[in-house]
C-alpha cells in the first residue's frame, strides 16, 4: 500500500521548511495530553515535539486533501480485508463542505 509518492511528498513538504520564515507556536494542554505527546514522539522515534507535530501536521493536511477528493481515510486489516474508517470532526467538515461544493455545482 502506501506508495512512493505520497513518502516523497511527505519529504517533500517537511524539507521545504527549512529556511522559510518562522512563527513560534504555544499551545497550553493539561498534563495527559503532553505525556501523550511525548509518548507518541518517543515510540516514533523523533527528537523534539516539533518534529512529532510537523509529523502530524504533514498526515493532517494528507487526510484533508484526500477528503475533499471525496476519498475515505481509513485503517485496513490486511488479513480480513475489513476496513475502519476514520471520523473525527474536522474531517467530517471538510467532507461535507466538499459535498456542498459538489452539489452547488451541478
Known sequence: M???HESQY????AASD??????RVQLVLPAERVR???QLATEAGLATRKD???NALTLLNWAV???RRGRVIA???ETTQRFTELH???LDAVAASAADKTTTRR
Open 10 to 13: 511527505a519529504q517533500s513538504e
Open 52 to 54: 512529532l507535530f510537523n
Open 18 to 23: 527549512l529556511g522559510a520564515e518562522t512563527t
Open 65 to 67: 486533501r484526500e477528503v
Open 88 to 90: 473525527i470532526p474536522m
Open 36 to 38: 501523550m505527546l511525548d
Open 2 to 4: 502506501g506508495g512512493s
Open 75 to 77: 485503517s485496513v486489516d
